[in-house]
């Protein structure tokens, strides 16, 4: 019969495999590139085609699906990495390292971007990433705040600056610094950006310094549940988004990272099932990546301005500083 929609699974299907596929290529890539995140690449791949060629109608529907619905599962998947009791046995001081890294930064980033006139969802986009997991953490947040894709997209091409730049810079400034091994692995995990980034750093210093990094890190991956739905409590009492909408007290996939952190923690899964589970998590939230770099205008990115570059810069130097500082200072053992 002519005029009948297709199936919604129908639909989806073409836009999904493409955002595979683009995962799929972006992963080849981080593996010729060390230290570079599979997710970064995903964002860059999309953007580029989404600025160079017309993306067809029938592969709307299927980014639309991986950029909302993937992203939210591979963040779910992502609570596999979390041991509770390999974070707990950081001991307390590291752990108010970890607070301080990521509650100072983010608060300062939401009140340096106010001075500099920014609008509230990119301030929050800005200080998610920066303070708590880079892309996935701006990924997380953009649904309660409502941003434009463009805010997105400059969130995260911000973490990728200035992440890529904390390679080298923080390994180079804890040797000026005579930090011990174990010392500047914490200043990395406890200020670096993304994990890819993390690792890289971590590993440029030595197998100490890259252990305790990664822990560290995850740390703050950690506090991803409680400031987004911190962030969430905001939006409802500050009314509804666009379209009289209200995001959820607790977003669901916030609640299934949680209970996946809770699974890891009681160690019921096998070595073979997390392993497996990260590289599903990893092909997921690629694929939704793929998918917001699809809407990303470089037009559009262009006209943004020099004001959240500076954020960013800011952003980077408050967490270098909050977190060298904590290490210095607090008898991390």
Do not use: Y
Not at 23 to 52: D, F, H
Not at 141 to 159: D, F, M, N, P, Q
Not at 242 to 270: D, N, W, Y
Request: hydrophobic letters at 55%.
């Amino acid at each position: 019969m002519t005029g009948t929609p297709p199936h919604p699974l129908r639909a989806t299907l073409p836009g999904l495999g493409v955002c595979l596929a683009g995962a799929g290529l972006a992963w080849g890539l981080s593996r010729l590139l060390q230290g570079t995140s599979p997710l970064l690449i995903a964002i860059l791949l999309g953007a580029v085609w989404g600025n160079t060629r017309p993306i067809p109608a029938g592969l709307v529907g299927g980014i639309t699906f991986s950029s909302r619905r993937l992203l939210r599962a591979g963040i779910v998947l992502l609570g596999l990495q979390l041991s509770l009791t390999a974070v707990l046995d950081l001991g307390p001081a590291v752990l108010l390292v970890v607070l301080l890294s990521v509650g100072v930064t983010f608060g300062a980033t939401v009140w340096l971007g106010k001075l500099l006139g920014i609008g509230l969802a990119q301030r929050l986009l800005i200080a998610s990433g920066f303070s708590i997991c880079g892309a996935a953490a701006v990924a997380a947040v953009e649904s309660a705040v409502g941003a434009r894709k463009t805010e997105v997209a400059t969130a995260i091409g911000l973490v990728v600056l200035f992440g890529t730049l904390m390679i080298p810079a923080v390994p180079f400034l804890g040797g000026l610094l005579g930090l011990p091994e174990r010392t500047l692995g914490i200043w990395i995990g406890a200020s670096t950006h993304e994990v890819a980034q993390v690792v890289a750093a971590g590993d440029a210093v030595g197998s100490s310094a890259l252990a305790v990094a990664v822990t560290v890190k995850l740390a703050r991956v950690l506090t991803l549940a409680p400031i987004a739905a911190g962030i969430a409590l905001h939006a409802r009492r500050t009314g509804p988004r666009s379209g009289g909408t209200m995001p959820p007290v607790v977003p669901l996939f916030i609640v299934g990272f949680v209970g996946a952190m809770l699974v890891r923690t009681a160690e019921v899964l096998p070595a073979d099932a997390l392993a497996a589970a990260q590289v599903v998590q990893t092909v997921l939230l690629s694929a939704a990546m793929f998918a917001l770099g699809l809407g990303v205008q470089l037009r559009s990115l262009l006209r943004v301005g020099r004001r959240p570059v500076l954020l960013g810069l800011l952003s980077t130097l408050v967490i270098l500083a909050v977190s060298l500082i904590g290490t210095l200072v607090l008898p991390l053992g």
